[in-house]
């Protein structure tokens, strides 16, 4: 018995509806403008207002959905339930559940781009929410659709377009943890069914004649469009929000193809829900929410390139469908004789489209699982006071480094067996006493209900992606000292008291280093094949010192560069914890931990570490923000034991003035190290520096920054030989760590007193007696809009000479 064979619908007459077709476009505009510009202008509005996107970024995201849903649902309510014409009445009322289903994602944007978790699971109980009222909404509707035969076509093209769709993502982008890729799929799905609800009632007569019509065929394509847009926009979170609106909606001539041909809903919503599936599962959002302001260019890029072309070629597949005539005699044969091919075989046609996007996984795009890591940190941490007692500062290291791991290994033992037993891979540390493991919510939920452990943090781990470019050099060498260096009197330092750094070791942890560039070769502690204890890596693993970023090679050129550098004859050997600008807690320690006692290349910090060849002054022109997984006594401990060790940490305070508290990320937060903001060369702190208090939990007040030195236009090395101008508080700290080099080289008796070294640099400087300070009760020195007052060189090294008379 053969199976009911619907009929073609046959085309309406056309009939001139102008005040329905000139309401209608202009409600399309309207939708599409209202949710382009909501959601692209908050992005960029937080991007460009603060690096320190944790929590924060959820108020303007859910603000923004919300007004974005009522500015929607405002106008089209009306025409909705009260516009005569069938036809656009229907179409209307799409809309409008598509503006309900913005209004209704906006809780998605609540818990914030670091709770990438959490806002993926109510991804998920909205859509499974709306798709259930939807269905009970329309129970009671018959259309004709979805008959077995329709889909004998439809169903095939539905699962063969998506795969050709993603192939972009694959390319550009990368899988999360396991579960995280299969939660983003579950959302993608569900986001599909909700979609092909809602566009399968633009299959019902009233419309669907309308539509059919080949004189204004590609109307159904904008309707779709309409209804998508503001969905996608809503739906993504942490920026892939814009991915999904500029990929996603393309897709609508796809769909119109498959209602104006097939009438078919389930074809529709799998062809939606794969398509956004791409974007959800290969982009992080977390990438895409610090990617302007943490200088991620080139993920930003890679992504929004995706995009384009993913949709570029999903309007490409519409025009083909919406055009091509074999389409409707492929499906008119498939209604002649049910028993012509089986709906499986029909489905096999599906499978080169897989088969080349699994291909495309395994050779072009990066293979694996990618997902973020937990950073365990252990309520036992090592007391190391006793290392205070010992004069000698290369026995004050050894004491450190052997105290530190001995107590890691013996505290960390019966957890670390246990991730053992149970496969989960982990990075024992001992500079603070904690693991980096690898690991969901789940195992998130069991350590932190263990005794030994004080608390769990995001360990966030950038996806493959191309590395960020230096960029392009914009200055050439100097042929006299730079004004900055002038600006703190170290020319006058060499010139009159003849020390230059000599004898003094930098550690400098950045972006990398371009080891061999004229400015820094020569105080390379290491040279060509000799990188053994001298560069660690511990993003890539590379054998040298290398810089793709640029930020590295600058600042180090401030410290000690042959000719833009602040001490030009201390040495230095470095790490690379930012080869892609965003960081965690655990590349922070990698380096610190090799900034103390250094390994060969390969080696085991816990193992082959050689305090010996620690680094006398440590230059940080960094900070770890939430975003990156640290919270206020992340790095404490760290810093703690390096000020034991006899090392002298600088550390840049920020670029996120000029508001009060605005210098609130570690290690620039902790008294046990010198804060540094930046002024220009007419002396005024720069609108970017950023200022204090430091307020903790519990209450106690911190004054911050503790000095000012040069940070606008400064002039240094640049990767490529070349030379560059920067502005930052980055380039203000090098001075001071420059400036320490000095102070030690003239006077080595103070070599490891930290305290007492800290002590010039302060009573030295000079305060900006015409500085504004509202961020201080008063004009006291010192406050907490440039501290103590711009670094002074030449006074710094004159008070250290006279300690030694």
């Given at each position: 018995m053969h199976e009911s064979i619907p009929q073609p619908v046959e085309p309406m007459r056309p009939v001139a509806h102008w005040p329905s077709r000139i309401i209608g476009g202009s409600l399309f505009v309207w939708i599409t403008g209202i949710t382009v510009s909501i959601h692209s202008a908050v992005w960029i509005s937080q991007q460009l207002a603060t690096r320190d996107a944790g929590g924060g970024l959820a108020d303007p995201d859910f603000i923004a959905?919300?007004?974005?849903?009522?500015?929607?649902?405002?106008?089209?309510a009306p025409?909705?339930?009260?516009?005569?014409?069938?036809?656009?009445?229907?179409?209307?009322?799409?809309?409008?559940?598509?503006?309900?289903?913005?209004?209704?994602?906006?809780?998605?944007?609540?818990?914030?781009?670091?709770?990438?978790?959490?806002?993926?699971?109510?991804?998920?109980?909205?859509?499974?929410?709306?798709?259930?009222?939807?269905?009970?909404?329309?129970?009671?509707?018959?259309?004709?659709?979805?008959?077995?035969?329709?889909?004998?076509?439809?169903?095939?093209?539905?699962?063969?377009?998506?795969?050709?769709?993603?192939?972009?993502?694959i390319d550009v982008g990368a899988l999360g943890t396991p579960l995280e890729a299969l939660l983003n799929f579950v959302a993608a799905l569900l986001f599909g069914i909700c979609a092909g609800l809602l566009l399968r009632r633009l299959a019902r007569p009233e419309v669907a004649g309308m539509v059919v019509d080949s004189r204004i065929r590609v109307l159904g394509g904008f309707v779709?469009?309409?209804?998508?847009?503001?969905?996608?926009?809503?739906?993504?979170?942490?920026?892939?929000?814009?991915?999904?609106?500029?990929?996603?909606?393309?897709?609508?001539?796809?769909?119109?193809?498959?209602?104006?041909?097939?009438?078919?809903?389930?074809?529709?919503?799998?062809?939606?829900?794969?398509?956004?599936?791409?974007?959800?599962?290969?982009?992080?959002?977390?990438?895409?929410?610090l990617a302007l302001s943490f200088g991620l260019f080139s993920t930003l890029g890679a992504a929004f390139r995706a995009a384009a072309f993913s949709a570029f070629m999903a309007l490409l597949f519409g025009a083909v469908l919406l055009t091509w005539r074999w389409l409707g005699r492929a499906h008119h044969a498939s209604t002649v004789d049910p028993r012509a091919s089986r709906a499986?075989?029909?489905?096999?046609?599906?499978?080169?489209?897989?088969?080349?996007?699994?291909?495309?996984?395994?050779?072009i795009g990066h293979p694996g699982f990618y997902g973020d890591r937990l950073f365990v940190v252990l309520r036992d941490q090592a007391d190391v006071s006793a290392a205070e007692e010992l004069d000698n500062v290369v026995e004050r290291r050894g004491y450190l480094y052997e105290t530190l791991v001995f107590h890691a290994q013996n505290t960390q033992e019966p957890l670390r067996q246990e991730l053992a037993q149970f496969g989960f891979k982990h990075t024992a540390y001992y500079l603070v006493n904690g693991l980096e493991v690898e690991g969901g919510p789940l195992l998130r939920l069991w350590l932190q209900n263990r005794p030994e452990v004080d608390r769990v943090l995001y360990s966030p781990i950038?996806?493959?992606?191309?590395?960020?470019?230096?960029?392009?050099?914009?200055?050439?060498?100097?042929?006299?000292?730079?004004?900055?260096?002038?600006?703190?009197?170290?020319?006058?330092?060499?010139?009159?008291?003849?020390?230059?750094?000599?004898?003094?070791?930098?550690?400098?942890?950045?972006?990398?280093?371009?080891?061999?560039?004229?400015?820094?070769?020569?105080?390379?502690?290491?040279?060509?094949?000799?990188?053994d204890y001298n560069w660690f890596d511990p993003w890539y693993h590379t054998q040298e010192p290398v810089d793709t970023g640029g930020h590295g090679t600058h600042t180090l050129g401030t410290v000690l560069g042959n000719s833009t550098g602040v001490a030009p004859d201390a040495t230095w050997f470095g790490c690379a914890n930012l080869a892609r600008n965003v960081g965690s807690t655990a590349y922070y320690l990698d380096c610190l931990q090799f900034m103390l006692a250094p390994f060969p290349l390969g080696g085991?910090?816990?193992?082959?570490?050689?305090?010996?060849?620690?680094?006398?002054?440590?230059?940080?022109?960094?900070?770890?923000?939430?975003?990156?997984?640290?919270?206020?006594?992340?790095?404490?401990?760290?810093?703690v034991a390096l000020r034991q060790a006899g090392t002298f940490v600088v550390v840049s305070a920020g670029n996120e003035g000029p508001s009060c508290s605005s210098l609130n990320s570690p290690p620039a937060i902790y008294d046990q190290v010198v804060s540094v903001g930046a002024v220009d060369r007419m002396l005024d702190v720069t609108v970017f520096s950023s200022r204090g208090p430091v307020t903790f939990e519990g209450g106690s007040i911190l004054i911050k920054p503790d000095i000012m030195a040069p940070g606008l236009d400064i002039l240094s090395a640049f990767p490529g030989d070349r030379y560059h101008l920067?502005?930052?508080?980055?380039?203000?700290?090098?001075?001071?760590?420059?400036?320490?080099?000095?102070?030690?080289?003239?006077?080595?008796?103070?070599?490891?007193?930290?305290?007492?070294?800290?002590?010039?640099?302060?009573?030295?400087a000079r305060p900006l007696v015409n500085a504004p300070t509202p961020c201080s009760v008063d004009q006291t020195v010192p406050n907490n809009t440039f501290g103590y007052g711009i670094v002074d060189a030449y006074a710094a090294v004159q008070q250290a000479l006279s300690l030694a008379e």
């Open positions: 959905t919300v007004a974005q849903g009522f500015l929607l649902i405002l106008p089209l025409v909705a339930f009260l516009w005569q014409q069938p036809r656009y009445r229907t179409i209307f009322k799409t809309w409008f559940l598509a503006a309900l289903f913005a209004l209704f994602s906006a809780v998605i944007h609540l818990p914030g781009a670091i709770h990438a978790y959490t806002s993926i699971a109510l991804q998920i109980v909205v859509a499974l929410s709306f798709a259930i009222a939807l269905a009970l909404l329309e129970r009671d509707s018959n259309s004709n659709s979805d008959s077995s035969e329709y889909r004998r076509v439809s169903l095939p093209l539905a699962l063969s377009i998506p795969p050709l769709l993603m192939l972009p993502w779709a469009f309409g209804t998508l847009a503001p969905m996608a926009g809503a739906y993504g979170f942490g920026g892939n929000q814009l991915l999904l609106m500029l990929s996603l909606p393309a897709t609508a001539w796809i769909a119109s193809a498959l209602l104006t041909r097939f009438g078919d809903g389930r074809a529709l919503s799998i062809l939606i829900g794969i398509s956004a599936a791409g974007p959800l599962i290969f982009i992080d959002p977390r990438e895409m929410a499986w075989s029909r489905l096999l046609l599906a499978v080169p489209s897989w088969l080349v996007l699994i291909l495309a996984f395994m050779f950038l996806r493959p992606a191309a590395p960020e470019s230096a960029g392009s050099a914009n200055a050439e060498a100097p042929a006299t000292p730079p004004w900055n260096l002038s600006q703190i009197g170290a020319d006058a330092v060499w010139d009159d008291f003849g020390a230059r750094g000599a004898g003094i070791v930098i550690g400098q942890s950045d972006s990398g280093v371009q080891w061999d560039h004229p400015e820094l070769a020569d105080a390379y502690r290491g040279g060509p094949g000799e990188h085991d910090p816990l193992r082959d570490g050689d305090p010996a060849r620690g680094a006398n002054v440590l230059n940080n022109s960094w900070g770890c923000p939430d975003l990156e997984g640290c919270d206020d006594a992340t790095l404490r401990a760290a810093v920067w502005q930052g508080t980055s380039m203000a700290g090098p001075h001071v760590a420059g400036v320490v080099a000095l102070i030690w080289s003239a006077n080595p008796e103070l070599i490891g007193n930290v305290t007492r070294t800290e002590q010039i640099l302060l009573e030295t």
